[in-house]
């Protein structure tokens, strides 16, 4: 049998009868690769500040623990990467009984769904955010409940509170918010998860922690002690530049850890993943001195928006969002012409990852006033 359809991804073909679900989820698009921008343009040198990646390879260490590890995929690594998780525990303080790993954080967000989740319980989420809630609500069947962002773009978690009913299962909350890069302090939290029911799972997604402001404080030592019902999402793809890797943990309590673990697709993390965060854990200080690095640039980019006149929220993130509102088409496309790929929601803002001063500079070079 020879297949007549050609195999093109711009065309779609469904084969078999895909859950109502799946059926309905629009396909995931990720930021625009630099080398599509060139093609589509005809353009060369084109950089890619649209999917809030480090600009900067794994420090050395990380590239020598993988390639040490490489000699070993033959064998299945450790399932539950032991060794990981106690080593986690001890770089944040908890027992090991109070951390799990996954395949990106993204991928241990898709396991607190399939969790706690059944069809029509409810997802509170603050909106806009992360690109994957809604997708990961939808796949479980669940309902997205969506309280809008206060009008400074930060989360406004009186409305969450306000949203929440016998059916809510989870709360999730990005801090710093994915793409407005404004962040919640640790009061705030406190005082939320005091109000709400305690049967509510609530999710504080800090893939972008390494970037905040250290006086907003540190929900691990700050609010899980206090809250069994609260779970900190963390990853090794933005500070520690592994985002291709694909290591992501949680922390919360054991009766929360364990069953997320029920729900863990075998070997999720491999040996490589697992060897490369341990060796990233052991080279903190040098990963920090690059995000002092970033965060210096992010001050001299939003200073220098600022300057020309751009409201900016305050940026506690790996990146800067300008609410462009119905320019931001414009201003994307724009900018793409001239090689500078950023991450647009059209509409709403146009969010720009922080990179080497070379870059911000082409950046702030491009856009158009
Ligand atoms: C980037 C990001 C993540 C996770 O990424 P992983 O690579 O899957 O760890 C999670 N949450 C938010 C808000 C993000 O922006």
Do not use: C
């Not at 800090?206 to 900190?232: C, I, S, W």
């Not at 052991?282 to 980019?301: C, F």
Request: charged fraction near 20%; avoid cysteine; hydrophobic fraction near 45%.
């Amino acid at each position: 049998m020879t297949f007549v359809e050609p195999l093109a991804t711009n065309v779609s073909i469904v084969i078999g009868r895909p859950r109502t679900a799946v059926d309905a989820l629009p396909a995931y698009r990720p930021g625009k690769a630099a080398s599509q921008a060139e093609e589509e343009h005809g353009i060369t040198d084109a950089i890619k500040l649209a999917s809030n990646e480090n600009p900067w390879g794994p420090v050395p260490a990380v590239v020598e623990a993988i390639t040490a590890e490489l000699a070993g995929i033959n064998r299945y690594a450790d399932h539950r990467a032991t060794e990981l998780r106690q080593r986690i525990a001890e770089w944040v303080g908890v027992d090991a009984a109070s951390v799990t790993v996954g395949a990106g954080s993204a991928g241990i967000l898709q396991q607190l769904l399939l969790t706690y989740v059944d069809a029509d319980d409810e997802v509170v989420y603050p909106w806009r955010s992360f690109e994957v809630y809604p997708v990961y609500t939808q796949l479980v069947g669940g309902t997205a409940v969506t309280p809008a962002l206060d009008d400074t773009l930060t989360s406004d978690l009186g409305t969450v509170a306000a949203a929440i009913t016998d059916k809510t299962k989870l709360v999730l909350l990005a801090n710093p918010n994915n793409p407005t890069g404004t962040a919640l302090d640790i009061d705030s939290l406190r005082s939320f998860l005091a109000e709400i029911r305690d049967d509510v799972i609530v999710v504080i997604d800090e893939a972008y922690r390494e970037f905040m402001d250290p006086v907003l404080g540190n929900p691990v030592t700050d609010v899980l002690p206090h809250h069994p019902n609260a779970v900190v999402l963390r990853t090794f793809s933005k500070a520690q530049g592994l985002a291709a890797l694909r290591v992501g943990y949680a922390v919360g309590h054991p009766g929360v850890i364990e069953s997320i673990d029920k729900t863990m697709v075998p070997f999720a993390v491999n040996g490589l993943a697992q060897a490369g965060a341990i060796a990233a854990i052991d080279s903190m200080d040098e990963i920090m001195e690059r995000v002092d690095t970033l965060k210096a640039e992010r001050g001299r980019v939003v200073a220098e928006l600022v300057s020309r006149g751009y409201e900016i929220p305050d940026a506690q993130a790996n990146f800067v969002y300008l609410p462009l509102g119905a320019e931001t088409e414009s201003v994307y496309l724009s900018l793409e012409k001239q090689g500078v790929v950023t991450r647009p929601f059209p509409g709403e803002g146009l969010r720009v990852t922080i990179s080497s001063a070379e870059e911000n500079d082409r950046f702030l070079a491009s856009l158009p006033r």
